[in-house]
């Protein structure tokens, strides 16, 4: 069974703040993603990664980075925490691909920015 | 730009059979997939159609028209615990994959 974990369930934090979210995949799979999820615009993709130490801009990539040091290991890095990122972020992982290959969700962190 | 329409909310009875629409307007087309995903759950992959036609997995099948662009999700014998959203997918190149918005199915006993 893949299993795609991430750090924490809920996330409250304060305006300015960095916050790091962090997923781990444990199916070898090559690419990883960040997706937002808010309601009534469905999941839209913040950053993607297909290798190690690679990564691409998705649709949303504002106000966020990303690293990828071990092919495990996915983090999703929010410089400076605005409101409007209070959001659902979910990580996926798929084996390879051209957006073809299931993609393997996370449980989700919900994060709060007050 | 890239769109996926499907509609926002569904409402059947338990043991009737349910369609969930999906037009795509994308730059590129690399299949459709369908995802579920339960309240405070993550989204897990249902069926993928690459090519025209009707695929069947158990009660769920997956339907689509690459002229039209145009794919479904077909629910049988609808159950409680299909109360969930549902969101199709295109995949459109270079990894990237997009969303709908998601269609929510309330199923009624």
């Known amino acids: 069974d893949v299993k795609v974990t991430q750090s924490s369930r809920y996330l409250v934090k304060r305006t300015g703040e960095k916050v790091f979210l962090e997923c781990v995949q444990d199916?070898?799979?090559?690419?990883m993603f960040w997706y937002r999820q808010d309601p009534g615009l469905g999941l839209r993709l913040i950053y993607f990664s297909y290798d190690v130490k690679m990564k691409e801009k998705g649709d949303i990539p504002e106000g966020y980075s990303v690293s990828r040091e071990k092919k495990e290991r996915f983090s999703l890095i929010l410089e400076s925490a605005s409101t409007n990122q209070t959001s659902m972020y979910l990580c996926?992982?798929?084996?390879?691909?051209?957006?073809?290959?299931?993609?393997?969700f996370g449980p989700g962190t919900r994060l709060t920015v007050l | 730009g890239q769109s996926l329409e499907q509609p926002s909310e569904v409402t059947a009875v338990e043991g009737a059979i349910v369609q969930i629409n999906c037009t795509y307007q994308?730059?590129?087309?690399?299949?459709l997939s369908w995802y579920q995903q339960h309240d405070g759950g993550a989204p897990t992959f249902l069926s993928y159609n690459a090519l025209d036609g009707l695929e069947e997995t158990g009660r769920f099948s997956s339907f689509l028209s690459r002229s039209d662009s145009y794919g479904y999700l077909l629910l049988q014998e609808l159950q409680m615990k299909d109360s969930a959203s549902y969101f199709c997918?295109?995949?459109?190149?270079?990894?990237?994959?997009?969303f709908g918005a998601g269609t929510r199915l309330f199923v009624k006993a």
């Open positions: 996926a992982s798929s084996l390879s691909g051209q957006g073809t290959d299931t993609q393997y």
């Open positions: 199916m070898d799979h090559e690419n």
């Open positions: 994308t730059s590129g087309f690399y299949g």
């Open positions: 997918a295109v995949g459109t190149g270079g990894f990237k994959t997009i």
